[in-house]
């Protein structure tokens, strides 16, 4: 037996990629996108027809130049999308613009838009989640959402408080960064942090023992692993978004894992639970510095990448 064969006697594996090839070899249950992995897969050759079709849609719409981009990207992200599901059974995050991060109107028009392409594509809302950054605006936008029965996946989360704050907003899934959280403390440190000692393996389990503790339905999803034993030492979380070089490791690595993560182990747990209003909020996610930090560097980033796609595509449009 495989790692990865034992995995997913306990977790769900998600794959992390926009290269639909790859996703295709892995055969995961569901995948995730977002602006960094979409810019990489676009500017592949074998993806170029899902960049010419959204640019052609963009091209017939009306409005100016900057209307005809952003609906260009919107389309490209979904496009990208439906390739996706072809080969998962489950569903795909497809991402909310980073620019929309601090703005909760605006985040819940994008995501109403992105759901409508989805659906008119013949696409059920159980099979996409929408994909927002865990900041306090960003949350309230999910929770209409979920009310709306469009199932959010909140990223960039690095902090105990957003956690809390997205499971008191009934979110679908989370998607804690554990490789961002080690490699925040890798640099702090000035050296590699021993297996047993993952801060980010850390966090993922206080939060799925908070979550399970207290009955909260979200989801834990770990993500941004930088090992296989970040991944393995995560066995049992609900699911886990692994990078197919990762899922390639697991499989190739022979081993019966037994989970780490418990229902038993969360019950038994120390902890007492938490209410988040805004202030509250604010204040605990400010009180931690690097989730503080990782957000802000992690809503720069993917705002750079959504624009250098942009920036890919901007000459065929015609801009």
């Known amino acids: 037996m495989s790692l990865l064969d034992s995995l997913k006697k306990y977790t769900v594996v998600v794959a992390d990629t926009g290269d639909i090839d790859a996703i295709a070899r892995a055969k995961p249950q569901d995948a995730t996108t977002n602006p960094s992995l979409i810019l990489a897969a676009a500017q592949l050759p074998q993806y170029q027809h899902l960049v010419d079709q959204a640019v052609l849609f963009a091209k017939k719409q009306a409005g100016d130049a900057n209307a005809r ?6 389309k490209l992200f979904v496009f990208f999308g439906l390739e996706i599901l072809k080969h998962v059974p489950g569903r795909v995050s497809t991402e909310v613009d ?3 991060s ?6 819940l028009a994008k995501a109403r838009q992105l759901i409508g392409y989805y659906a008119e594509a013949g696409v059920g809302r159980d099979r996409v989640l929408i994909k927002i950054g865990s900041t306090w605006e960003g949350i309230r936008a999910a929770e209409v959402l979920e009310r709306e029965g469009i199932h959010c996946n909140l990223t960039l989360l690095f902090s105990f408080a957003q956690a809390v704050a997205c499971a008191e907003a009934g979110v679908t ?6 490789g961002r959280i080690y490699d925040y403390y890798k640099k702090e440190k000035g050296a590699e942090i021993p ?3 993952d801060p980010g393996v850390a966090s993922v389990t206080k939060i799925y023992n908070y979550f399970k503790k207290f009955g909260y339905k979200t989801q834990v999803m770990g993500a941004s692993f ?3 034993e970040q991944i393995t030492r995560l066995a049992g979380s609900d699911l886990l978004t692994i990078s197919p070089d990762l899922i390639e490791k697991l499989a190739n690595s022979p081993g019966d894992l037994q989970p780490a993560l418990t229902l038993a182990g969360a019950q038994a747990s120390a902890g007492e639970k938490l209410h988040l209003d805004e202030k509250t909020f604010r204040w605990l996610h400010n009180e931690d510095a690097m989730g503080t930090d990782k957000l802000a560097e992690g809503i720069r980033r993917f705002n750079a990448d959504s624009r250098k796609l942009e920036a890919h595509v901007r000459q065929t449009l015609a801009l």
């Open 226 to 228: 930088r090992r296989v």
């Open 173 to 178: 899934l989370i998607s804690p960064f554990v």
């Open 102 to 107: 601090f703005d909760t109107e605006a985040t």
């Open 98 to 100: 980073a620019r929309l």
């Open 69 to 74: 981009l952003s609906v260009m990207m919107d």
């Open 195 to 197: 297996p047993d000692q």
